[in-house]
């Protein structure tokens, strides 16, 4: 069945530095790849999501990247803050349900 | 306007009882999808519904699961004879349309925290 890595499965960073959490799928036709950030104790929020037919799409400080050859995305967070402190899931999909990564917390430090 | 909701937040059974999730989506939300998270962990799928019709079961883990969504609104979670291995996060989520084919985004519900003692 489909399977999602992801690392790094922590990361920390100082206030104002980049963030990279990369992810990789098995599943050649998945064709929607979602990035959700879940607060301690909240429910995941959808922060940015890509779609098979584009290779890069950006948010303000957040971008994802997705490489289809390869069968990888990635996060982007430039100038983080300590509100980006969460841990994030990647997820794939080619049908409706989502598979989710492991998480990556992040902390951000001021 | 208002997000998914489920209830109840939380629940302690005790093994060998039955308990029912509710989940009520968004309004006008076709599609409907039950979770399971685990702690630290990403949400694992089990079911998923549009409107009335359950579209994927593969991920219900044993036949004392079972979810509906009679009138393809609220939508029922059923665990029969719980076990402590069935503790977890119960998470809903609903999207506009499927997914998979250029739909919509699915948004997560609060969840209910169930624990079999």
């Known amino acids: 069945g489909e399977n999602v890595e992801q690392h790094p499965s922590t990361l920390s960073v100082q206030e104002g530095d980049s963030a990279v959490i990369k992810c990789t799928y098995s599943d050649s036709a998945s064709n929607y790849f979602p990035w959700y950030k879940q607060e301690l104790g909240k429910r995941p929020q959808l922060i940015i999501d890509?779609?098979?037919?584009?290779g890069e799409k950006k948010d303000q400080r957040i971008a994802v990247t997705l490489n289809k050859t390869a069968k990888h995305f990635s996060l982007h967070i430039t100038e983080t803050q300590p509100e980006d402190s969460a841990v994030y899931f990647c997820a794939a999909s080619r049908t409706d349900k989502l598979i989710f990564g492991t998480g990556t917390r992040l902390q951000v430090f001021p | 306007g208002a997000g998914v909701s489920q209830s109840p937040r939380y629940k302690v059974t005790k093994r060998g009882q039955d308990v029912a999730l509710r989940c009520d989506p968004i309004?006008?939300?076709?599609?409907l999808y039950w979770y399971r998270q685990a702690l630290g962990q990403g949400p694992e799928f089990l079911t998923y519904?549009?409107?009335?019709?359950?579209?994927?079961k593969s991920g219900l883990p044993n036949d004392r699961f079972s979810a509906e969504r009679p009138e393809g609104s609220i939508s029922t979670l059923t665990i029969q004879r719980t076990e402590q291995r069935d503790s977890a996060m119960y998470r809903c989520?609903?999207?506009?349309?499927?997914?998979?084919?250029?739909?919509?985004?699915?948004?997560f519900g609060p969840g209910t925290r169930l624990t079999v003692t």
């Open positions: 519904f549009n409107y009335e019709a359950q579209q994927d």
């Open positions: 890509i779609r098979s037919n584009v």
């Open positions: 309004s006008g939300h076709v599609s």
């Open positions: 989520a609903s999207s506009l349309g499927a997914v998979g084919t250029g739909g919509n985004e699915q948004y």
